[in-house]
């Protein structure tokens, strides 16, 4: 199993840490979800030092049962749900370089631990979570179903967005840890949708730059009702329209 090996990290990665957290913190005023700034406190990141895994996976244990696993890189969608099934999150060990602020095209751990675990101490939200991955560990060589839970996923838990108050929250990952995807997220001419599983789930999505489109909930319930209903679709073999 592979470990963080926390002692392995520079006097450089320390300071990306908090150049970053720094920066997005005062970014994401206003502008991140309640559930995202409660957990922020809860899990209890803070600026001077990366966030030791072991430490975290203790925290999130407390509060909804999770724990982080180290891993090296992007790992396949089947193994990717099985862990979330497990209450089990992958979070990769490397951080990125002072030239990748604003962009990266893989995760790193800013992304996997600042943009992730916060919502993890939620339970809804964690619960939801799971609820994703037990579905999709019923599929696990179904690829046309592992595509379409891919897209769900990708369009929430990385790039979505909620109502509270009458106005869009971030609260996905690729949001959250991105100054560059916030900025272009809030820009007036980006378009942004009302939460909508059919069309969520016959959109494409570039892993390689800024998302041409997001989608906005009304509420949290629509997160667990959309994985509910995508299951029983799944359940009945229903044939999704395939992507172009």
Request: charged share 20%; glycine share 6%; hydrophobic share 45%.
């Amino acid at each position: 199993m592979l470990q963080q090996h926390y002692d392995r990290y520079t006097p450089q990665d320390q300071l990306v840490w908090k150049v970053l957290f720094d920066r997005q913190t005062a970014l994401l005023h206003k502008r991140a979800c309640t559930a995202f700034t409660q957990g922020l406190q809860r899990i209890g990141f803070h600026r001077n030092a990366i966030p030791d895994f072991a430490e975290v996976s203790g925290r999130l244990r407390q509060y909804t049962g999770w724990s982080l696993v180290p891993v090296a890189g992007i790992v396949d969608d089947a193994t990717f749900f099985a862990l979330l099934a497990e209450k089990k999150f992958p979070a990769t060990t490397w951080l990125r370089s002072m030239q990748q602020f604003d962009f990266i095209a893989e995760p790193d751990l800013f992304h996997d631990v600042f943009g992730h675990v916060p919502l993890l101490t939620d339970a809804a939200f964690a619960n939801f979570l799971q609820f994703l991955g037990q579905v999709a560990r019923q599929h696990p060589h179904d690829a046309q179903a592992l595509q379409r839970l891919r897209a769900l996923y990708w369009f929430t838990v990385e790039f979505g967005l909620v109502l509270e108050d009458g106005k869009p929250r971030l609260y996905g990952a690729g949001l959250l840890s991105s100054a560059g995807e916030v900025h272009h997220c809030v820009h007036d001419e980006t378009t942004r949708h009302a939460f909508d599983l059919a069309t969520v789930l016959n959109t494409g999505f570039t892993e390689v730059r800024f998302q041409e489109q997001y989608f906005v909930l009304t509420n949290w319930e629509q997160l667990t009702e959309s994985v509910a209903e995508l299951a029983a679709l799944l359940a009945t073999d229903w044939q999704l329209k395939v992507l172009e």
